[in-house]
């Protein structure tokens, strides 16, 4: 189990694990590597590539452990790590099954509805002048995640005032964000079974692109449709429905 972007272990995950332990289940709940209790430089700095390796020696990890049963590990990933589920669910058969909740699909169509043609050059113009700094030596350049009065600045920040969470990551991670279309690769998962949980009226993570990317995958499959909910509502609001139909798919596929 690991979070999105930029966001940390103690952001919930911790709940959805003991809803996940109370039905039998063992769970290994990490941060991302420079993020966190995670090690790793330079601090926030967020590839998706790199994340996804990571997420596979997790899975090498967990099939160690004692308690472990090796031929039975799911994967749970949320927002920007449920993309990175799809892509591991869809080169490593070693997942039996695959929960993807609110997730990334593509990056640069989600980049670029929120901040147009013209932001997204402009993002670039200065992540390219910061790999010319980095190369000379100069430090990383770093921008807020998150801005007060926003959905992800009260999920982040004010919800977590105790996390230690910096709202900020690298400009580099940003500009590595917008090569990032995990959607391409739904059509690989079958035959592992895939749930995907999605808010209707997600704008992090447009929900239509979602839907679109749920057509495409094959069987086995299944669609968890909240309606009325926004992106960060799956982590609070609609807890219970989200934890626990991510609970009864690891059940019935691993149990």
């Not at 099939?63 to 590990?73: A, E, N, T, Y």
């Not at 009065?149 to 400009?171: C, K, Q």
């Not at 909240?226 to 989200?242: G, L, M, P, Q």
Request: glycine letters at 8%; hydrophobic letters at 40%.
């Amino acid at each position: 189990m690991s979070h999105g972007f930029s966001a940390l272990k103690e952001m919930d995950l911790d709940r959805y694990a003991e809803v996940f332990c109370a039905a039998g289940l063992a769970c290994l709940v990490y941060d991302h590597r420079n993020l966190g209790a995670s090690d790793g430089e330079p601090r926030n700095e967020i590839d998706p590539w790199r994340q996804i390796a990571d997420m596979r020696c997790a899975i090498t990890f967990a099939q160690s452990l004692p308690d472990v049963d090796p031929q039975r590990v799911g994967l749970w990933g949320t927002s920007y790590s449920a993309g990175h589920s799809l892509v591991v669910a869809a080169v490593d058969r070693r997942i039996r099954c695959v929960v993807f909740q609110a997730g990334t699909i593509d990056s640069f169509a989600a980049v670029e509805r929120r901040i147009g043609a013209m932001g997204i050059a402009n993002l670039r113009h200065d992540a390219y002048e910061d790999l010319a700094g980095r190369a000379q030596g100069k430090a990383p350049v770093y921008l807020p995640v998150a801005a007060p009065g926003t959905d992800s600045y009260r999920y982040l920040v004010e919800a977590f005032p105790d996390s230690g969470y910096p709202n900020r990551v690298t400009l580099r991670s940003r500009e590595l964000s917008l090569g990032y279309r995990p959607g391409v690769y739904i059509e690989r998962i079958a035959p592992t079974p895939l749930l995907m949980i999605i808010a209707g009226k997600d704008e992090q993570t447009p929900s239509d692109l979602q839907v679109e990317a749920f057509e495409s995958a094959g069987e086995p499959k299944r669609l968890v449709m909240i309606e009325d909910a926004r992106h960060y509502d799956v982590y609070k609001r609609y807890f219970r429905e989200t934890s626990e139909a991510a609970r009864d798919w690891f059940v019935e596929h691993l149990g």
